[in-house]
């Protein structure tokens, strides 16, 4: 109903409208009184008709002006025209009510009768104006497509944007069941509009994807609500359904979540080619359809490659590849094959730029002229968009990244390279950061590497066998060394140590320290003298440098003729007793004591006599440790492994490795492994002597008669002079008991003991001097010689090494 606002007057009327619901209706006679009333009219101003019928109409209206503009019109239209308007009527408690009219002429056989009147609120006719021009601005001016369909889904009305939308007029939607103009999406419309029809329940933004007739080249995403239309009893009449395209910013959320997802997942790793890998891993299939990592030869190497663009031929190593095929068939190679580009392709202008290129529509010719396996493979797999772009990071350009499209139609826009750079910018960083990181690990391992023995030579006191096992990448390499060195006596000293920390700092570390126990070997110093020395050492060294955290380390010597091996450790983990007979032993009575470093209590030894053919492991925490065993489970995996009969020594070495794979290695660790020999009682001969010069004789006697028996008699002059000298000496300047000994293993050795502490001094006698020629003599005839202490007194020793007929090598 169109209502004319006028001030106590009424117009002609503009047409009927069917009377609603609560529409009031009167029947006015032709003398002005009102002859019929409906209830509806009763509930609009309070009067029954009892009360109001038969009286003139005008007496309802409220002021003069009313009654005045009501005659007015009356004389004005009674040509049978409808009269329309507001007019304040007073209702039958007192109040106004301002009252839309509509005034109808009822005609007879006579002529005009009367007049009928429909009368409303006229609040409730303005909501009704309100509600029906927001109707028709929804659904003729409203951007946003809305439709209505019936219970069964189909068509009943459509707006304009609708048409727009899919490029079809209302006419040939109507009566068409939904999900026809969609059928990509028509599945999971009809599911969400039957589940509101049946359940009454709106959906609220639920995503439907499709393609519009009006842009079929471009898949769109609609953020849809949909609600139930039901008349005053309840009955449902349909659906209302509204669409709002949110493809930008859907396609900006999926950038979002796929950058955001990169990122967690790129960079895992300081491995370059497994960070390469993250990069082509993370981009599909969100991102491409195939995705191929290219780095520069001196970046997979660890090295910087030089700064500034990169002209002419690119050489690099393919270290990334992903495919939403299996096995990545698109590719002409495959990671860790050379790969180079020639000039005018994508990847050479991104690195000659160091800008990205994006190929919105690619042309196998056009861009691969000059390579025609990839041309046969773009035109064979029917890529049809094509990204680059350069890999840079602190202002050095470390590979390129390519993108390509095949199975999905969408050719790349704006935003997809910039979700390309996006991701490439961060793998960059990553990249970058594991380059470095190589290069000084790879320093470090060479260093480390350089400091550990190689070939440990052939000892008479054990038979050795070793591995070290550098960290995984991630993890850098360690301070893990071990050592097995030679001392007097044909006794051996068999080492294991781990700094704490990785890196090349603590391989310099190792360096240090392995040649200060090389050093306190030297000197004959007993294993809990050497680890105190070692302790001063680490705490001067920590003092120097706040990054050295200390170290731990286990020193043991074993005598081949006693059978005793004595050991020390500085927290360090228990060596491992394999008997002869396969029975295995933790010793872990040996006390740990601390950890090298921290200082303040003396180190305490344990004694150990050793069955001839038992071995002995020695080992770094990184052995027994991995990652998910604690230690007791670790020492247990190694008990099980070394028992039983008995095996090569390399054998058993990679028995006790094999279970830790490379990539898992989260430490170092460095096994030693050393099979214990006796030396025969008649590789031996020891005897006392009285502190006489004349026993400096009979010592030279002894010695010739030992040396015909062992078959050495062409040592015998140079044994007989060293013999001679080192006795006089003991008898003139120490004290005794004095004892001789001669050891045949693989050298001679000849040994003298005595009760006194000095040291004893080489010297060069001048020309007049009768003595003091003694020890200079030992040192130019032996091959080595040294003192070592012990609670008793020293013993000096010399050596002369064997050759494979007996003869003696001369000293240099």
Request: with cysteine; glycine share 8%.
């Amino acid at each position: 109903m169109r209502v004319t606002k006028v001030s106590g007057g009424l117009d002609a009327g503009a047409g009927d409208s069917p009377p609603g619901a609560c529409t009031a209706i009167a029947y006015v006679a032709g003398n002005g009184a009102i002859s019929l009333w409906s209830p509806q009219a009763e509930a609009l101003l309070g009067y029954p008709a009892e009360d109001v019928c038969g009286k003139p109409a005008v007496d309802l209206l409220t002021t003069r002006k009313y009654r005045e503009a009501a005659v007015a019109a009356q004389v004005r239209h009674t040509a049978g025209q409808s009269w329309d308007g507001v007019l304040g009527m007073r209702h039958r408690d007192g109040h106004e009510v301002s009252v839309a009219v509509r005034v109808r002429p009822v005609l007879s056989r006579e002529g005009q009768a009367g007049w009928s009147v429909s009368a409303t609120d006229a609040r409730e006719v303005e909501r009704e104006d309100v509600d029906r021009a927001i109707l028709e601005a929804l659904f003729s001016q409203s951007p946003i497509p809305v439709t209505v369909t019936d219970t069964e889904l189909r068509y009943l009305w459509v707006n304009a944007a609708t048409e727009r939308a899919t490029a079809l007029p209302a006419e040939r939607l109507i009566g068409r069941r939904i999900g026809d103009d969609s059928p990509d999406s028509a599945s999971t419309i009809d599911r969400i509009l039957r589940r509101v029809r049946d359940t009454g329940e709106p959906v609220v933004d639920f995503k439907v994807h499709s393609r519009l007739a009006s842009d079929p080249d471009r898949e769109h995403v609609f953020s849809t609500s949909c609600f139930r239309l039901t008349d005053l009893a309840g009955r449902v009449l349909g659906m209302c359904q509204m669409y709002i395209d949110v493809t930008e910013g859907h396609q900006a959320q999926q950038r979002l979540a796929l950058l955001t997802e990169a990122g967690v997942h790129i960079g895992t790793t300081l491995d370059v080619v497994r960070t390469a890998q993250e990069l082509a891993d993370a981009a599909v299939p969100g991102l491409a359809d195939f995705v191929a990592i290219d780095l520069l030869e001196a970046t997979v190497r660890g090295e910087e490659p030089a700064r500034g663009p990169v002209t002419g031929e690119m050489h690099t190593l393919r270290s990334g590849l992903r495919s939403v095929r299996e096995h990545a068939p698109e590719a002409v190679f495959v990671v860790g094959e050379p790969v180079t580009y020639h000039p005018g392709t994508p990847q050479v202008r991104s690195l000659a730029t160091e800008q990205s290129v994006l190929v919105r529509s690619l042309d196998a010719d056009q861009w691969f002229a000059h390579d025609a396996r990839r041309a046969e493979k773009i035109r064979e797999f029917h890529f049809h968009s094509y990204m680059t772009v350069p890999l840079r990071a602190r202002g050095i350009t470390l590979g390129v990244a390519t993108f390509g499209r095949h199975q999905d139609p969408r050719s790349y826009d704006e935003g997809d390279l910039s979700l390309a750079e996006d991701f490439s910018s961060r793998a960059a960083v990553c990249i970058d950061n594991a380059r470095r990181y190589t290069r000084e690990h790879n320093t470090a391992l060479a260093l480390q590497r350089s400091l550990l023995p190689h070939d440990l030579p052939h000892f008479p006191a054990v038979e050795t066998a070793h591995r070290y096992l550098p960290a995984a990448a991630h993890a850098g390499a360690g301070g893990d060394w071990f050592d097995v060195v030679p001392l007097s006596g044909s006794r051996v000293a068999l080492v294991v140590g781990d700094v704490t920390g990785h890196g090349l700092h603590a391989a310099a570390i190792m360096g240090r320290l392995r040649t200060a126990v090389h050093t306190l070997a030297g000197l004959d110093l007993p294993p809990d003298e050497v680890l105190t020395q070692l302790d001063d050492l680490v705490i001067r060294l920590t003092e120097e440098d706040p990054d050295c955290e200390g170290a731990t380390c286990l020193y043991s010597v074993y005598d081949p003729i006693s059978r005793i091996c004595t050991f020390a450790r500085a927290g360090h983990p228990p060596p491992v007793l394999v008997q002869p007979d396969g029975a295995v032993e933790v010793l872990d009575d040996i006390p740990p004591n601390l950890p090298l470093g921290l200082g303040g209590l003396p180190f305490e030894t344990a004694e150990r006599r050793l069955t001839d053919s038992s071995v002995l492991a020695l080992y770094t925490d990184g052995l027994i440790e991995p990652p998910g065993w604690d230690v007791d489970a670790g020492l247990d995996r190694l008990s099980r492994t070394m028992a039983g009969p008995a095996r090569p020594l390399e054998q058993l070495c990679d028995a006790v490795v094999a279970p830790l794979l490379p990539e898992h290695r989260s430490d170092d660790a460095a096994l030693l492994l050393a099979r214990t020999r006796v030396l025969e009682a008649g590789q031996v001969a020891s005897w006392e002597l009285p502190v006489d010069p004349a026993q400096v004789a009979h010592a030279r006697t002894l010695t010739t008669r030992q040396l015909a028996t062992w078959g050495l008699e062409p040592l015998t002059f140079t044994t007989e002079l060293m013999v001679s000298e080192l006795v006089t000496n003991a008898i003139r300047h120490a004290r005794g008991p004095i004892a001789l000994r001669l050891i045949h293993a693989t050298a001679l050795i000849c040994e003298v003991s005595d009760g006194s502490l000095n040291a004893p001094h080489l010297r060069r006698a001048r020309t007049g001097d009768e003595g003091g020629r003694g020890l200079f003599l030992v040192a130019q005839l032996a091959s080595r010689w040294g003192a070592r202490y012990d609670r008793d007194g020293k013993t000096i020793w010399a050596e002369q090494v064997l050759s494979p007929v007996g003869a003696p090598i001369p000293a240099m």
